[in-house]
Nanobody, 122 residues
Framework: QVQLVESGGGLVRPGGSLTLSCVAS????????IGWFRQAPGKEREGVAC????????TYADSVKGRFTISRDNAKNTVYLQMNSLKPEDTGVYYC???????????????WGQGTQVTVSS
């Protein structure tokens, strides 16, 4: 059974950092596209970062380039999202998802985690 479980969210001040984790089970995450998405209240879900098997496939939304980094630990079957220089507009529920295409479009992803809340506020 495919399962994705996010953790690591919380309340952080502007300029701070958080690292989100996405533990995958039921499949080997390194053979699929894994994406991080976020959804703020009243807004559509948007892609933040994604990648496939190769490091060169890493793709970021313009709004997070240079601040967020996606990575994986194959031994732990876990994907991470390191978030630095956080801004209030980064606030939202963050989801990880499994898909077949390397894309920031939510429709490209099939399996989703339950999400973890990130709040950036002073």
């Amino acid at each position: 059974q495919v399962q994705l479980v996010e953790s690591g969210g919380g309340l952080v001040r502007p300029g701070g950092s958080l690292t989100l984790s996405c533990v995958a089970s039921g499949f080997a995450s390194r053979y699929y596209s894994i994406g991080w998405f976020r959804q703020a209240p009243g807004k559509e879900r948007e892609g933040v970062a994604c990648f496939g098997y190769s490091e060169e496939s890493k793709t970021y939304a313009d709004s997070v380039k240079g601040r967020f980094t996606i990575s994986r630990d194959n031994a732990k079957n876990t994907v991470y999202l390191q978030m630095n220089s956080l801004k209030p507009e980064d606030t939202g529920v963050y989801y990880c998802a499994r898909g077949g295409l390397i894309s920031l479009a939510p429709l490209a992803y099939i399996d989703w985690g339950q999400g973890t809340q990130v709040t950036v506020s002073s």
